[in-house]
């Protein structure tokens, strides 16, 4: 087990391979600023370095997952605010990045609210979101004369389509739980005290699973976001041919033979 403890960012890695990551800014509904992007950047990372890591299972301490910017600290800089914002949506988009190029899957539990370019940048930037039922989601931006950030403008659009993302992004409603869901923003609901359960039972699930195999195909759907069918089919046909040579697919073959659970390694 390692752990890694930052002021506003903890991370936690468990002898199951799965990673706890948590923004840890309950008092300001975990709202973002440039120490915090840069300590959530470094704690990905992290992520990135350690193969022992299955699954990543991120969460926000608190009432709320994240309320976007930390409107306090931006308000503070005044005349100096476009550098500051410059410099932490560049920390932003590197978090989103890292999120979404990681090996392993990012299976999120959302609670309060959602909210602004980090909110939501950080939901899409995530394969799995859990939500309570009690959970609100909303964009923001336009609202306080800022636009979308953290990836939203695009990942936004491919999880939901063109005019909910319009929707969301231009006239700022609150989105409920259940219509997220619908809509495709999220993955699941459950009832709020069922939430931190349900998330880690689907990420004890995932880490079970052939890390190989969730890594290639979390890839696989990551990087065709917007090509054609016909570009990416080469793609599938070499990733199935080299995973078919790993030891944990001739082990699943075996298991599924031999009626019995199968036993993973990675190699």
């Known amino acids: 087990m390692t752990t890694s403890t930052r002021e506003h960012v903890l991370l936690d890695v468990d002898d199951t391979g799965i990673a706890r ?35 990543v ?24 605010l476009p550098d500051y914002l410059r410099e932490a949506t560049a920390w932003l988009q590197l978090v989103t990045s890292a999120l979404i190029q990681l090996r392993v899957p990012v299976v999120t539990s959302v609670q309060g609210f959602a909210a602004g370019g980090g909110g939501i940048g950080l939901v899409c930037a995530s394969d799995i979101v859990i939500a309570a039922r009690s959970a609100k989601f909303f964009s923001g931006a336009v609202r ?14 491919q999880l939901v389509g063109l005019r909910q993302a319009l929707r969301i992004l231009l006239t700022n409603p609150t989105l409920d739980a259940e219509e997220a869901a619908s809509i495709g923003l999220i993955t699941e609901v459950v009832d709020d005290e069922r939430l931190t359960e349900r998330a880690d039972e689907v990420a004890a699930q995932l880490a079970a699973q052939p890390p190989l195999a969730l890594s290639a195909t979390k890839r696989l759907v990551w990087s065709g976001l917007g090509e054609p069918v016909e570009a990416r089919l080469a793609e599938e046909a070499r990733t199935v041919s080299e995973l078919s040579g790993t030891a ?9 033979i031999e009626r019995r659970q199968p036993r993973y390694t990675g190699k």
């Open 144 to 157: 306080v004369g800022m636009a979308p950030d953290g990836g939203s403008s695009v990942t936004l659009t």
């Open 57 to 80: 299972r991120f969460s926000g301490a608190g009432k709320n997952f994240c309320a976007g910017g930390d409107i306090h600290t931006f308000e503070s800089k005044g005349a100096g």
């Open 21 to 55: 990551l948590q923004l840890n800014r309950p008092d300001i509904s975990n709202g973002l600023n440039v120490e915090t992007l840069r300590a959530l950047h470094e704690a990905v990372l992290r992520c990135h370095a350690d193969p022992s890591i299955r699954v």
């Open 248 to 256: 944990d697919a001739l082990e699943g073959l075996r298991a599924v």
